[in-house]
């Protein structure tokens, strides 16, 4: 990313040896759209920067928990654009990224390792109908820093149980310090969360 000095972003060798992915925040795919085919092209392009990766573990990044039934990374990003946006023929943009704690956030070779990533979901329905949701993913479960390396590698986290979890919107606004708004009179995207929708209503009406 030239916009940003090449000593703030982390290369292939922070990654090299490890149980790390460089997890893309946006996929290439939610940006290969565009006039033409060379426009989707460059813009899909865009993501494969450092800017755009952060360390994930691989069972993590790759939707890979023992347990099929437990969503990660990956899969949240299939559910949302596969599953829901091309299923009901929803309108969709994805706002995503890490946040930072610099209190629990393990360190590794130098550099932090984020433990926990939000995504924030505005659509579109085929009716005209906006609404919004929101998700905070973790891979909390760090174990031991130290067992981040493969085998024969003399560095070594083994990741326990991975959690998928919706939050509302207002929640991520308070851990992230961002406001998420929408249309030129920029109401808040709060208002249309359904998540915190459903939970303002009584227990039997959910």
């Known amino acids: 990313d030239r916009r940003i000095d090449s000593e703030h972003q982390l290369g292939d ?12 925040l946006t996929r290439r795919e ?11 092209t460059r813009r899909a392009n865009n993501t494969c920067t450092w800017s755009n990766c952060s360390p994930q573990h691989e069972l993590f990044n790759q939707d890979k928990h023992p347990n099929p039934a437990i969503r990660l990374w990956l899969g949240l990003e299939k559910y949302i654009l596969e599953q829901s946006a091309r299923s009901f023929n929803y309108r969709v943009q994805v706002i995503t990224g890490p946040i930072f704690d610099e209190d ?5 070779r130098g550099a932090k390792i984020p433990m926990r990533f939000w995504k924030v979901v505005v659509a579109v329905s085929a009716d005209l109908k906006p609404y919004a949701t929101g998700y905070i993913l973790t891979q909390d479960d760090v174990l031991d820093v130290a067992a981040l390396l493969k085998p024969g590698v003399k560095e070594g986290a083994v990741l326990a149980a991975f959690q998928t979890y919706q939050r509302t919107i ?13 249309d030129d009179a920029r109401k808040p995207l709060s208002a249309i969360d359904a998540y915190a929708l459903e939970l303002a209503k009584p227990v039997w009406k959910r």
């Open 13 to 24: 060798k922070y990654y090299k040896g490890t149980r790390l992915n460089r997890g893309h």
């Open 30 to 40: 939610d940006l290969e759209w565009g006039s033409d085919p060379y426009d989707a």
């Open 104 to 108: 629990s956030d393990p360190e590794f």
């Open 170 to 182: 207002a929640e991520i606004e308070a851990e992230t310090g961002l406001d998420f708004t929408y």
